[in-house]
């Protein structure tokens, strides 16, 4: 057997995760802040797929807190194969408009969590010689928009230097890069996305065994679906001038909607 830990894996994109890396036999340490809900995910992937299951109960924006698991991950009697750094929120306010201790707890839930708990699994995968690493990033990355989208260009750039540091050593990592997909991140930011059209929208369930098909195959970064592939390309060599400018009108444009 092999053991995956997943953050966020309470809802959207990390629950997938859960389901798909249980149902392929894969026991599990799951970790979100709510611990009655981290119990029902744990209950259902038990009854479910018969595999073990850990909680860990923790504040990712918390350093005490995030240090439990990387602890976790570094314990060598219990290895963890393949980690996926998913746990994520957005925030529906500009910068200057929000308050600063949100883009404080933004930024080390999303970027400081990913930077610890990579670097913890990667020395004790790298050891072994094998394992995986998934950072959850966005198709938002590509292009300048908001603190998030700054956030998670970082979570692109930072695991392809991963990847590349790892080269030749058994160890993968790879960035998954979603374009909008139906979980509760909208709902918990207060983002109106009833305008969104359909063709937009993404499966948590089908998005991740896509990106495991890429892990698979190697791939650094994982785009799911077509159009988020054209977007992300199109974006990649656009001048940084055009793509700024067009950013910041639909920004515009969709906060005037607001
Ligand atoms: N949905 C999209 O359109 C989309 C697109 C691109 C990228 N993404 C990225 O995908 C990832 C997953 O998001 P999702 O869409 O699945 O959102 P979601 O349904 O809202 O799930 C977020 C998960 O993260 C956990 N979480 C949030 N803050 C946390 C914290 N401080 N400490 C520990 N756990 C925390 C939540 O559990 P608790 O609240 O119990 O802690 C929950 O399990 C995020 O990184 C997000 O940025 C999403």
């Known amino acids: 057997m092999r053991t995956a830990l997943v953050t966020g894996a ?14 392929r036999g894969n026991d599990l340490v799951i970790v ?8 029902n995910v744990s209950d259902e ?24 698991v990387a602890d976790r991950l570094a314990d060598r009697d219990r290895p963890v194969n393949l980690l996926v750094n998913n746990a994520g929120f957005g925030m529906s306010k500009s910068f200057l408009k929000g308050d600063l201790a949100d883009e404080e707890a933004m930024l080390d839930v999303l970027c400081r969590a990913v930077l610890v708990l990579s670097h913890t699994a990667a020395l004790s995968m790298k050891e072994r010689g094998r394992g995986h690493i998934i950072n959850v990033s966005s ?3 590509f292009v300048p928009q908001g603190t998030y989208g700054a956030a998670k260009a970082w979570v692109t750039a930072f695991t392809e230097t ?4 790892l080269e030749g050593s058994g160890v ?8 909008f997909t139906h979980t509760e991140f909208h709902e918990r930011a207060s983002l109106d996305m009833s305008r969104l059209p359909q063709a937009l929208w993404l499966d948590a ?6 990106c495991l098909d890429d892990v698979r195959a190697g791939k650094v970064i994982s785009v799911p679906g077509i159009q988020y592939k054209v977007i992300a390309g199109v974006a990649q060599i656009m001048p940084n001038s055009l793509l700024r400018v067009l950013s910041s009108r639909a920004d515009s444009l969709r906060r005037r909607k607001r």
């Open 10 to 23: 309470t809802s959207g994109i990390g629950h997938a995760f859960c389901r798909e890396l249980a149902e």
């Open 32 to 39: 979100a802040r709510d611990r009655v809900r981290l119990e």
């Open 45 to 68: 992937l038990r009854a479910r797929y018969s595999v073990n299951v850990e909680i860990l109960a923790v504040d990712l924006s918390k350093r005490t807190q995030l240090r439990k």
């Open 139 to 141: 198709v938002i990355g």
């Open 162 to 165: 991963l990847a590349h540091e």
């Open 172 to 179: 993968s990592a790879t960035a998954l890069c979603p374009g």
């Open 205 to 210: 369930d089908w998005l991740v065994r896509d």
